[in-house]
């Protein structure tokens, strides 16, 4: 496991702390070496640098650089010990913090276990000392200690940064689930209302010179039609603004509504029968709603495509579904339904959203015989 420190690449870093174990052991062997204590400087400069090379990998294969570092003490020891040099010293220390640190437990382990190996052997050639084995052994385990609290912080903060990315994109998803919800409820109140108003206007425009007084009906029913549309609106609207409790709270569409929606259909002159098998009761408000609404977007592209016709919904309640079917007896060759305008939530994709989000299907599609159906079961 491995983070940028300061804005510098891990692999960067290591490189950096090689190099500077590099310089700093090799000046030491240049400056302060002993040869009648610590061995010939030929031997020294050598062994002196291949611990500090070692380093440059001690993220990525830290195993094999403890094992390494290792193998180095055990051979530099047995060829001419250098007693009292301290670069070596803390070499080591820094492999096995980082095998401790980047590898897991049981590399660590391994690692462990070899740098003490090597630093027993080391004192057991040169003082062979009770107190020299307690030090060695304490600072190549704190070491390692250090280490794994590291990886273990390293570790706490990335799985928060996990379940913190993961809370965003369930945040994101729910938002893109409610943006899509309130689009097909918009609509399927816009064009449910504008599609009945165009119809009653064009009916009162049709009788507005010969008789105006039969022009007042529709009218009247293009203003109610537009009130409550305005009121749908303001509803919906109402659920985006917590501090509106009235109007958040106002009731949606459901099927106890149906027969209201059937009226208006009705007024803009297509007939339209309402057949229900099966005992009605409470449905879960979503799928009331949906139900409503699949129902009400139907009828809504009956009116705008079938032409003349005649409309009849059926509703059978089962024990464990509600199956909707809403059928117009169309000409046939009119003009075909539209998947949907201009994007995803108008038109019949709405309805195969509203299906799909409660594991329902759905069927759509011309009949042989002329007009329309659309099938929709709900499970409950």
């Not at 030491?28 to 090379?53: D, I, K, R």
């Not at 590399?107 to 050639?125: C, N, R, T």
Request: aromatic residues 6%.
């Amino acid at each position: 496991m491995t983070c940028s420190v300061g804005g510098v690449k891990p692999r960067t870093a290591d490189l950096i702390v090689a190099a500077f174990f590099l310089v700093a052991g090799e000046l030491e062997v240049l400056l302060w070496w002993t040869p009648a204590e610590q061995g010939p400087m030929s031997v020294a400069v050598p062994f002196m640098a291949a611990l500090a090379v070692a380093l440059a990998w001690r993220r990525v294969a830290g195993l094999l650089v403890a094992a390494c570092q290792a193998a180095i003490v055990v051979a530099w020891t047995l060829v001419a010990a250098p007693q009292g040099s301290l670069m070596p010293w803390f070499m080591t220390i820094v492999a096995a913090y980082s095998v401790a640190a980047y590898g897991p437990v049981l590399v660590a382990a391994a690692g462990l276990a070899a740098v003490w190996g090597s630093w027993i052997l080391f004192v057991a050639v040169t003082t062979n000392d009770v107190a020299d084995y307690a030090f060695i052994l304490g600072f190549i385990t704190a070491a390692c200690v250090a280490g794994l609290a590291v990886r273990a912080r390293q570790t706490r903060a990335a799985g928060a940064e996990e379940r913190a990315l993961a809370a965003d994109e369930r945040a994101k998803t729910a938002v893109a689930e409610e943006r899509a919800r309130i689009a097909r409820e918009l609509h399927d109140v816009v064009s449910h209302s504008v599609s009945v108003m165009v119809v009653q206007a064009g009916a009162a425009e049709m009788v507005l010179s010969s008789d105006p007084e039969r022009a007042r009906e529709p009218l009247l029913r293009v203003q109610e039609v537009g009130r409550e549309a305005l009121a749908e609106l303001k509803r919906l609207l109402g659920l985006l603004r917590e501090a509106d409790d009235e109007l958040a709270l106002a009731p949606a569409p459901s099927l106890a509504h149906l027969e209201t929606l059937l009226a208006q259909v009705r007024q803009s002159g297509m007939p339209v029968s309402l057949d229900v098998e099966g005992p009605m009761r409470q449905l879960p408000p979503g799928v009331d709603l949906s139900a409503y609404r699949i129902i009400q977007e139907a009828l809504t592209n009956a009116l705008k495509h079938a032409g003349p016709a005649r409309a009849r919904v059926g509703i059978v309640y089962g024990e464990d579904s509600i199956s909707i079917a809403v059928v117009d007896d169309g000409p046939a060759g009119a003009s075909p339904r539209p998947e949907g305008a201009a994007g995803a939530g108008h038109g019949l994709i709405g309805v195969r959203e509203r299906v799909a989000v409660h594991g329902g299907q759905l069927a759509a599609g011309p009949r042989p015989e002329g007009g329309y159906a659309v099938r929709a079961t709900l499970p409950l």
